[in-house]
């Protein structure tokens, strides 16, 4: 709490008591189109690794144990990895002389190279694959918890493969679902090594924003301002997504 407390403190005080760092973050334009980028980042990031890690956990939960183990190591194997060796990697991956684009050219699917990185797209497919184990692990814990006699009885009474998953499987997974998007865009609101090398500073995310001001503006007052809205808006989403499922479940206690 004393962290906390003193970022609280300092974005209220400068030579004694002053509101001027929240007025700023609240009017100027370069803190809402950060806010506004963080959250469309966030949004992306939490749906793309949702129709990603929906397939991948039902597989897992699907397949004999040996086959289930297997998956999930291959899911969490980067996290043997640092974050900034993964975001170096899809850098090396995406630039203009990577092998992606390399690839195309020699498919002649491409003539020139296309600006993959230093922009919001580079961004957002090294975000999803960094954060993709925090979606399937929810997932999957949520699918381990359906009984498989649910979905024999479905059969049995003469309901399609299909039917039978979107009308049993698919809404008894959805505290999962719900867990591993609270946990994929709470993570992504205060990501800062992806942005800064795959966005190239053109991609200036919230905890950029707080970095820049601290660094290159010596205004520690306005990143504190900046970082406590940020804590108070992960509050309020961890309060809304409360009235649904336990908190313990999103944060992987139960």
């Given at each position: 709490?004393?962290?906390?407390?003193?970022?609280?403190?300092?974005?209220?005080?400068?030579?004694?008591?002053?509101?001027?760092?929240?007025?700023?973050?609240?009017?100027?334009?370069?803190?809402?189109?950060?806010?506004?980028?963080?959250?469309?980042?966030?949004?992306?990031?939490?749906?793309?690794?949702?129709?990603?890690?929906?397939?991948?956990?039902?597989?897992?939960?699907?397949?004999?144990?040996?086959?289930?183990?297997?998956?999930?190591?291959?899911?969490v194997l980067p996290f043997w990895t640092s974050v900034l060796?993964?975001?170096?990697a899809w850098l090396a991956l995406l630039q203009r002389t990577?092998?992606?684009?390399?690839?195309?050219?020699?498919?002649?699917?491409?003539?020139?190279?296309?600006?993959?990185?230093?922009?919001?797209?580079?961004?957002?497919?090294?975000?999803?694959?960094?954060?993709?184990?925090?979606?399937?692990?929810?997932?999957?814990?949520?699918?381990?918890?359906?009984?498989?006699?649910?979905?024999?009885?479905?059969?049995?009474?003469?309901?399609?493969?299909?039917?039978?998953?979107?009308?049993?499987?698919?809404?008894?997974?959805?505290?999962?679902?719900?867990?591993?998007?609270?946990?994929?865009?709470?993570?992504?609101?205060?990501?800062?090594?992806?942005?800064?090398?795959?966005?190239?500073?053109?991609?200036?995310?919230?905890?950029?924003?707080?970095?820049?001001?601290?660094?290159?503006?010596?205004?520690?007052?306005?990143?504190?301002?900046?970082?406590?809205?940020?804590?108070?808006?992960?509050?309020?989403?961890?309060?809304?997504?409360?009235?649904?499922?336990?908190?313990?479940?999103?944060?992987?206690?139960?």
């Amino acid at each position: 709490m004393l962290p906390v407390g003193w970022l609280a403190w300092q974005s209220i005080y400068n030579d004694g008591f002053t509101l001027e760092n929240y007025r700023r973050v609240f009017t100027e334009d370069v803190y809402w189109r950060s806010f506004a980028l963080t959250f469309e980042i966030s949004l992306a990031v939490t749906v793309i690794a949702l129709l990603l890690g929906y397939p991948v956990a039902y597989l897992a939960n699907s397949v004999p144990r040996g086959w289930s183990i297997l998956i999930l190591s291959l899911v969490v194997l980067p996290f043997w990895t640092s974050v900034l060796v993964r975001a170096y990697a899809w850098l090396a991956l995406l630039q203009r002389t990577g092998v992606i684009n390399q690839l195309l050219r020699y498919l002649d699917v491409i003539s020139e190279p296309l600006a993959l990185v230093h922009n919001t797209f580079g961004t957002v497919v090294a975000t999803v694959h960094i954060l993709l184990p925090f979606m399937v692990l929810p997932l999957y814990a949520s699918m381990q918890k359906i009984p498989n006699d649910l979905m024999q009885a479905g059969a049995s009474l003469g309901a399609s493969p299909s039917l039978t998953f979107f009308r049993v499987f698919l809404p008894l997974s959805l505290p999962g679902v719900l867990a591993g998007c609270t946990m994929v865009f709470v993570l992504c609101l205060g990501f800062y090594i992806t942005p800064e090398l795959l966005g190239g500073g053109r991609t200036v995310m919230v905890s950029m924003l707080v970095s820049r001001n601290v660094e290159l503006y010596n205004q520690f007052g306005a990143a504190s301002a900046v970082a406590v809205v940020l804590l108070l808006g992960v509050l309020a989403i961890f309060c809304v997504v409360s009235r649904f499922i336990s908190l313990d479940r999103v944060l992987g206690q139960k």
